[in-house]
Antibody, heavy 118, light 109 residues
């Protein structure tokens, strides 16, 4: 059974850093395109970043230069390193699997809440 | 980025109603469109991909249509479990960012 479990969220001050993790089971992270998608409280969905199976990475303009997506193949885990956090980064962050390497997501984690506030 | 506009933003309907949600893209995305259902406090669930392909396990009362810039999600006979928020998403290319519509909340009339 495919499972994605995000951890690492919490309360962080503006300008701070946080690393989110997404532990996968039932499939191999490195063989799939994996993304982070976020949702601000009461708002819609926003795609954040993707790492291709080949290792290429892409980012939304809103996080480019501040966030870094990566993976640890030995731990079958996806990461999102978030630096220079802003109040507008406050959201539930989901990791999601793009099963067909096309750009849509058929498996999602339960999400982890990041709150950026002083 | 390609902008996705959903309408209506809120829809009130009764069990058994036929419901249609529209999604418009700011430029042509061919058929690279997905639809998701999200319930409060839960992750989105994939319903439709490639504009009209039904994801495995999704009830056949859900259907999608359209191409280019205009798309629709139809629920043929609304069931109690269908009251939720629905999002469209274009996936024309990761290089130019993936984008979601603003969502349509389907409420009980």
């Amino acid at each position: 059974e495919v499972q994605l479990v995000e951890t690492g969220g919490g309360l962080i001050q503006p300008g701070g850093s946080l690393r989110l993790s997404c532990a996968a089971s039932g499939f191999t992270v490195s063989s799939n395109y994996m993304s982070w998608v976020r949702q601000a409280p009461g708002k819609g969905l926003e795609w954040v970043s993707v790492i291709y199976s080949g290792g290429s990475t892409y980012y939304a303009d809103s996080v480019k230069g501040r966030f870094t997506i990566s993976r640890d193949n030995s731990k079958n885990t996806l990461y999102l390193q978030m630096n220079s956090l802003r109040a507008e980064d406050t959201a539930v962050y989901y990791c999601a699997r793009d099963n067909s390497s096309s750009g849509y997501f058929n498996y999602w984690g339960q999400g982890t809440l990041v709150t950026v506030s002083s | 980025d390609i902008q996705m506009t959903q309408s209506p933003s809120t829809l009130s309907a009764s069990v058994g109603d036929r419901v249609t949600i529209t999604c418009r893209a700011s430029q042509s995305i061919s058929s690279w469109l997905a639809w998701y259902q999200q319930k409060p406090g839960k992750a989105p669930k994939l319903l439709i991909y490639k504009a009209s392909s039904l994801e495995s396990g999704v009830p056949s009362r859900f259907s999608g249509s359209g191409s280019g810039t205009e798309f629709t999600l139809t629920i043929s006979s609304l069931q109690p479990d269908d009251f939720a928020t629905y999002y469209c998403q274009q996936y024309n290319s990761y290089l130019w960012a993936l984008t979601f519509g603003g969502g349509t909340k389907v409420e009980i009339k």
